[in-house]
Nanobody
Framework: QVQLVESGGGLVQAGGSLRLSCAAS????????MGWFRQAPGKEREFVVA????????YYAHSVKGRFTISRDNAKNTVYLQMNSLKPEDTAVYYC????????????????WGQGTQVTVSS
């Protein structure tokens, strides 16, 4: 069982930056692929980015590529999402997710989800 707790959301002006964190419980964090998703009001949840267990394998949604960066610190059981050049359309609740993987690749499906953290970008 893995529990995920997101933090770092808030209100920022367009063009600004935020860094989200996702702290995971458990001793096997390094065997999990991690992902970030987001859900804007009235829209379905969408994939943002994912990372494999070593941190070297990543996959970004086209809408955030070049602006967002995912990283992980397995010693701290934490995955990060650095968000730069934020746009109003990035406004959403951001969710962290985890899936056990057998290799260093990004997951396709996720087993565990956090409660989410609100990111609001004003124009």
């Amino acid at each position: 069982q893995v529990q995920l707790v997101e933090s770092g959301g808030g209100l920022v002006q367009a063009g600004g930056s935020l860094r989200l964190s996702c702290a995971a419980s458990g001793r096997t964090f390094s065997s999990y692929g991690m992902g970030w998703f987001r859900q804007a009001p009235g829209k379905e949840r969408e994939f943002v980015v994912a990372v494999g267990w070593s941190g070297s394998t990543t996959y970004y949604a086209h809408s955030v590529k070049g602006r967002f960066t995912i990283s992980r610190d397995n010693a701290k059981n934490t995955v990060y999402l650095q968000m730069n050049s934020l746009k109003p359309e990035d406004t959403a609740v951001y969710y962290c997710a985890a899936a056990h993987v057998s290799g260093d690749y990004v997951p396709y499906e996720y087993e565990y989800w956090g409660q989410g953290t609100q990111v609001t970008v004003s124009s």
